[in-house]
């Protein structure tokens, strides 16, 4: 059974940093691309950062130069730093990868950036 478990969402002021861990579960870790996505109220669901088995990132043009995707295969952990965060960058934040043939969701982490 795959479980993604998110940590590390919160409050935070607008300009302020904050770390998001996922924790996988189920799967070769190290074989796995895995990816954040993030949900506004009342919006879609939108791809944030990619990381691929390998190690090549790649992010949205939003969120470029400030959120960073990171590994830890060693943990099977799946890192976002996200810096000088802006009130527009407050969503749900859910880790993903795709694994046996399915797609493969967290809970999420409610993120919040105060103005």
């Known amino acids: 059974q795959v479980q993604l478990v998110e940590s590390g969402g919160g409050l935070v002021q607008a300009g302020g940093s904050l770390r998001l861990s996922c924790a996988v579960s189920?799967?070769?870790?190290?074989?796995?691309?895995m990816g954040w996505y993030r949900q506004a109220p009342g919006k879609q669901r939108e791809l944030v950062a990619h990381?691929?088995?390998?190690?090549?990132?790649n992010y949205a043009d939003s969120v470029k130069g400030r959120f960073t995707i990171s590994r830890d295969n060693a943990k099977n952990t799946v890192y976002l730093q996200m810096n000088s965060l802006k009130p527009e960058d407050t969503a749900v934040y859910y880790c993903?990868?795709?694994?046996?043939?399915?797609?493969?969701w967290g809970k999420g982490t409610l993120v919040t950036v105060s103005s």
């Open positions: 189920g799967i070769i870790f190290r074989l796995n691309a």
């Open positions: 990381i691929t088995s390998g190690g090549s990132t």
């Open positions: 993903y990868t795709r694994a046996y043939g399915m797609d493969n």
